[in-house]
Every structure is written in structure tokens, then in C-alpha cells.
């Protein structure tokens, strides 16, 4: 007899109506909708910048049409010895690979590369480059999809990483990017969605913060405008 049915009898025995529990209701959602009511996206990316500083990430905001410039003088700024650039729409249309061979080694991502020599490639470059699928401005989070132009490895085994951000791609909270991801089929959903907020960091030891433990110790946001 377990502690509860011990005291139901004896409430029994004494006439008393055993206590009900309160119903359990789920509570809804929509307070996660209210965060961040009214605001633009300009607005928007004004809070995903302030908030990814806060977590230690150097942001840049550039233009579209300036985003191959402004990467060479980010890559310039780490001293990075070689690039692993993601092989994405976005830098085949502005030819980045051909434009940052200029200044430093550059090497694409491939996705008919065993599982071997694609690590390898990762871990000789000293920065990969991949553009970010999500970016969530209450936390400075992005979120970068796993496709064939992208593994893991671009932006997790070098020790310096840039994600490029499209403005548009910039949502409230966790909970709108992933009422993104669930609108997304099927067919286009990606083998691992990683979010990453800042460089790699653990506060394990009495709460205190240290940067770089198990992942790149750089990170870079480059926001382009696209609205």
C-alpha cells in the first residue's frame, strides 16, 4: 500500500471526501507568439545583431553585391591560412570561391567526397563559410541545414567560422523558426538542422563562461541586406 491509498483509506474511515487534483490544462502557445510584437524586420535584425554580440559574435552588416568583399576582409581580419567555403546557391551565383582565391586558399565543400576525405578537408582549413538557413533574433542563434552542399564539418571543425545572414531569413523567437521548419516538405527537409548561438562555450565549472572548448572559437555573422 502506497502512501496515498494509506491516506485514502483512513479519509475514508473518517467520512472525508478525498482531494481531487486540479484539472490539468496544457498550456497554449500563443504567449511565444507575442514576443517581439510590431517589429520590422529591420527592427528585427537590429535585435538578432545586439543579442549576437551580447554571446561574442563579431557582426558585419553588408550589401549583397558587396558580400565577396566583405568576406575576404573578414577571412584577411582572422588570418586565416585556408577556407572551406559550403558549395550553396548563394556563392555560386556570386562566384565567392573564384573572388576569395585572390587572397587566401580556397576549397568547396563536396558532397561526392567519402565521409574521410571530407573531415580531412575541414580540418586543414583554418575557417569555413557557409550562408545560415534560420537566424532567431531573441537569441543570436543561427540555424544552418545539413544539405549536400553543406556538412557539418564547414562550420563545426574549423576553429573560425562566418555564417553569412540574409535579413529575411531573421525570425522572432525559436518557436517561429520552427513553425518554418515544420512548413517545410518532405522531400526538402535536411538530414540535421544544427543551431549554434556564438562560438563554442561551457560555463560547466562554477557558472563561469569559457569560450572555444569544443568548437570554433571565432564566429562571424556577415548579415547582408535582401529586403
Not at 573578414?74 to 586565416?80: F, H, Q, T
Not at 569555413?128 to 543570436?140: C, I, K, Q, T, Y
Not at 543551431?195 to 565549472?205: C, E, K, N, R, Y
Request: proline residues 6%.
Amino acid at each position: 500500500m502506497d502512501r496515498h491509498e494509506f491516506i485514502r483509506r483512513i479519509g475514508s474511515v473518517l467520512g472525508r471526501e478525498r482531494p481531487q487534483p486540479p484539472a490539468w490544462t496544457t498550456p497554449g502557445i500563443e504567449f511565444r507568439q507575442r514576443i517581439m510584437p510590431g517589429l520590422n524586420q529591420e527592427e528585427m535584425t537590429q535585435a538578432f545583431i545586439a543579442n549576437s554580440r551580447a554571446v561574442s559574435v563579431r557582426v558585419i552588416e553588408t550589401a549583397r553585391e558587396r558580400l565577396n568583399a566583405s568576406l575576404a576582409e573578414v577571412i584577411a581580419g582572422i588570418g586565416a591560412g585556408g577556407c572551406l567555403l559550403a558549395d550553396q546557391p548563394l556563392f555560386r551565383d556570386l562566384n565567392t570561391a573564384a573572388y576569395l582565391r585572390s587572397y587566401v586558399p580556397v576549397e568547396v565543400w563536396e558532397a561526392d567526397l567519402s565521409r574521410e576525405e571530407a573531415v580531412m578537408r575541414a580540418e586543414r582549413a583554418s575557417v569555413g563559410v557557409a550562408a545560415a538557413d534560420l537566424a532567431v533574433a531573441e537569441s543570436g542563434t543561427v540555424a544552418v541545414f545539413s544539405r549536400g552542399g553543406v556538412g557539418r564539418s564547414v562550420t563545426l571543425l574549423p576553429p573560425a567560422t562566418i555564417y553569412v545572414v540574409p535579413q529575411s531569413i531573421i525570425r522572432p523567437r525559436l518557436t517561429q523558426a520552427l513553425e518554418a521548419i515544420q512548413s517545410m516538405s518532405n522531400k526538402d527537409m535536411p538530414s540535421s538542422i544544427n543551431f549554434i548561438t556564438g562560438p563554442s562555450a561551457t560555463s560547466d565549472i562554477e557558472l563561469v563562461r569559457v569560450e572555444g572548448v569544443h568548437g570554433p572559437m571565432q564566429v562571424v555573422y556577415v548579415i547582408i541586406e535582401d529586403i
